[in-house]
């Protein structure tokens, strides 16, 4: 059976938890019997909360778009299934590195939220990635809405593939079938997906450059700099 | 909590009851507290057939479908919530009423239908706020079939958000999350989402000029003038 | 009552089906009151498996995805429904013409999978169809994990339209409504469909190139060849 490596990821999403997420891809890639990278959560109820508040608020954080993106985007490209093992709070980007998984096997306890709105932001990078895997309108309800969606109703919308608290069954499963693929035809099926919908070049670039002013806005500023001092946050105003 | 407007809608789409919905969103927009326009039917078991056909039949109506392209068009840029409270019967236009609000909730009672193509018409206009709602193969089956959608079929699909026979509470729901978000945003998310699909100025024509070109149709005009005259239905010949 | 012709077609794809099935459009076409076509399997417990593996070993059929792509195109403007009765097994492009088709009706027992990446390929002609049938996400999964899925999980992600062991009754109504029909209304309603979404001229370019590509690869060839004599799928290897 292919080899299954595993990342528990930190629960805030900055420079330094996207580093080590692409290390853990290296070392996928580098593994030639490797078939599947599992991210998990670190096991106290929160798979990813999304941008680490604090460091957006102490540091310019508007170009951090790009890299987001492109660590999303490498997980529509890498030639290795990348499963998302949800156990808990999934919030902001947290959903969209669900969402850009291969696939995303949740808790009962799990939660998905898109909170944005409520900071003044949108998820950006999250939702090119979140409307290829649920469709347009799920991605919408969750914007607008703010409110979280449950792993059962979630599985109804295909947001999450399979409810499981432990699903190590099902990974084994997968890495049973994926022991028969070639790495190329991964790699190649990755590929053709992409030209199929959406993930183009002027997406990218319209999701990295709306991410930037709003994250460059006084009211958003403002709203980080509360957070950071006050714990404050601002639905709580 | 916001300030929530309502308009009760006409059963049947014309140039006054577009005018009657464009007019209740300029006051939406010119209420600062308000987030949310709900469009409700008169309570006689409609939420809104579609087109006027007697209005039909007298006018050259074919140039109404900018007209009414444009007012749903109007519910994806708006800052304010358009909500759809469904409570019996919508068709055609009425539909497209529904699938361009942001948020659907509708009776037990309540069925969705496009029967467009049993008049030698389509639903052109309604189409792509359908397809982003629900999919390409649900509208395409609607369309084919002609036959009607139950609510809770509907909310199947995602043409429902929910199956509500009184949708007060949810609608107050909604509205104490809205009243946390910023006016702007909501603008800055319906801009950002109309970026990501289907919504292009392309469709947009395409959906205008077929509109036209069959409403000009002599096999339509006919079926149009008969049904001002005897009130006979197509299906029933 | 419109007329509904039948054909049984092949359990694999190779030109002769392929001719087959335009032979039989060609009929319905030339049938003035036909306004369905059911495509439906042999009574074996299979409705079509995709390629046919010997025909592929024997020959070049690297130039096959054109035809295909062609045949599944052609459903997509023909004046008539097209209607898949599956019951049993479809795989591969078997998938292809019961995604492509207008309704898919399928009996309890049948199952749909793609298969394709277990050879080192991908089902490049049945995507575009079978994404604009159930969406992105589950077009993606079924490619990837190369599990197969039964009737009732289809219904639930739209890829079967009805699970029923006798669709005679779902057709016979299907066939009623259809009567009302004009014919040129189909045929407008479907070319209105194709500019909504998905299947561009470059989709088909890429489709097409992409089969005759992999078909090429010396790994499939191989694999191809190992069937053709032994019998053996790559997934016993």
New interface residues.
């Given amino acids: 059976m292919a080899t299954t490596l595993r990342l528990k990821i930190r629960g805030t999403i900055d420079a330094a938890a996207i580093a080590e997420i692409h290390g853990a891809l290296d070392e996928a890639e580098a593994t030639p019997d490797c078939r599947i990278l599992v991210l998990e959560g670190g096991g106290d109820g929160v798979f990813c909360t999304g941008l680490n508040l604090e460091g957006a608020a102490a540091d310019d954080a508007s170009d951090g778009g790009a890299t987001f993106y492109g660590l999303l985007e490498r997980f529509t490209t890498t030639p290795r299934?990348v499963v998302a093992q949800v156990d808990g709070r999934a919030a902001g980007g947290g959903v969209g590195l669900a969402a850009a998984s291969?696939?995303v096997y949740a808790s009962e306890r799990s939660a998905f939220s898109l909170p944005e709105?409520?900071w003044?932001?949108?998820p950006?990078c999250v939702?090119?990635f979140l409307?290829?895997?649920?469709?347009?309108?799920?991605a919408?309800?969750m914007?607008?809405?703010?409110?979280p969606v449950s792993a059962s109703e979630g599985e109804r919308?295909?947001l999450v593939?399979a409810v499981a608290d432990d699903p190590r069954a099902l990974i084994n499963r997968?890495a049973y079938?994926l022991t028969?693929?070639?790495e190329?035809?991964?790699a190649?099926?990755k590929q053709?997906?992409r030209?199929?919908?959406?993930l183009s070049d002027e997406?990218e670039e319209?999701a990295v450059k709306?991410f930037s002013r709003?994250m460059s806005t006084p009211?958003v500023r403002q709203r980080l700099a509360d957070y950071a001092t006050e714990k404050r946050f601002?639905?709580e105003?």
């Fill in positions: 299934a291969d696939f709105a409520l003044g932001l949108l950006c939702l090119p409307i290829r895997r649920v469709g347009f309108q799920k919408y309800t914007t607008f809405s703010t409110q919308f295909n593939d997968l079938r028969k693929l070639d190329s035809i991964i190649d099926m053709y997906f030209k199929m919908w959406i997406v319209t709306e709003l009211a601002p639905w105003r």
